[in-house]
């Protein structure tokens, strides 16, 4: 499966990058306790670290709300899944156990500052990604249960159109202990040079691979 990037972005973003993983043969389940203790012990860390100081001051944080406002979201109403995953911690409102591959989104997320998706590649069409801005009028269902207004975000499409976002993900190709075959996308601050962002990349997918088994594949795309 190939990723690229539409000029509807890079025309608004030009360093706009991101790190692009496929896995295949992978064992998702419960989280091993290694992964849930570190969860767990990464966000108490994060809410003593938030206890004086905002999440929209986090760099990665302002970086994304920075291009949701290039590409016309207004970020106070639309806040991306990092931003989110930040606000939910500075409540205590700690991140619960889902499963394995979930999980590691999200502790790479928290540890990133920056939205990561991962979908069920039996849930995707065709063999092209494309990251582009959302038009007037799309929508999809997404995994927070509601009818998400896609225009202006920054939404990732296949064969079948947009299907996620660093927003919310669509209801489509969620994963779970059926998924074998996946692919990742890790929406990376502009500011990273292509090598810190190959490393960060790679990073993560080791440690998926770690935890899942099967093989993983890398690249970074635009920038």
């Known amino acids: 499966m190939e990723i690229t990037i539409d000029s509807s972005i890079t025309s608004k973003i030009p360093d706009f990058k991101v790190g692009f993983i496929q896995y ?12 849930k203790g570190r969860l767990q012990l990464f966000q108490e860390s994060i809410f003593f670290d938030l206890h004086d100081k905002s999440v929209a001051e986090l760099e990665g944080i302002a970086a994304w709300r920075e291009i949701f406002k290039s590409t016309g979201k207004d970020p106070n109403r639309y806040r991306h899944s990092a931003e989110a995953l930040f606000r939910r911690v500075k409540k205590q409102n700690y991140l619960t156990t889902i499963n394995s591959a979930i999980d590691l ?5 928290l540890q990133y500052e920056v939205p990561i998706g991962i979908y069920d590649c039996s849930g995707l069409k065709g063999n092209h990604i494309e990251l582009k801005v959302g038009e007037t009028g799309q929508t999809y269902t997404g995994l927070n249960g509601r009818e998400n207004s896609l225009e202006n975000l920054i939404v990732a499409c296949d064969g079948d159109g ?4 660093p927003f919310v993900d669509s209801d ?9 075959n996946a692919v990742q996308i890790i929406f990376l601050k502009p500011s990273l040079s292509k090598e810190e962002s190959g490393k960060l990349t790679k990073s993560l997918m080791d440690m998926f691979i770690g935890i899942h088994g099967g093989e993983g594949s890398f690249e970074v795309v635009g920038g």
């Not at 947009?162 to 976002?165: A, E, R």
């Open 162 to 165: 947009p299907f996620g976002s």
């Open 24 to 35: 295949h043969h992978i064992e998702v389940g419960s989280s091993p306790q290694m992964l």
């Open 105 to 109: 989104n999200n502790f790479f997320s």
């Open 172 to 180: 489509r190709a969620p994963v779970g202990e059926q998924t074998k």
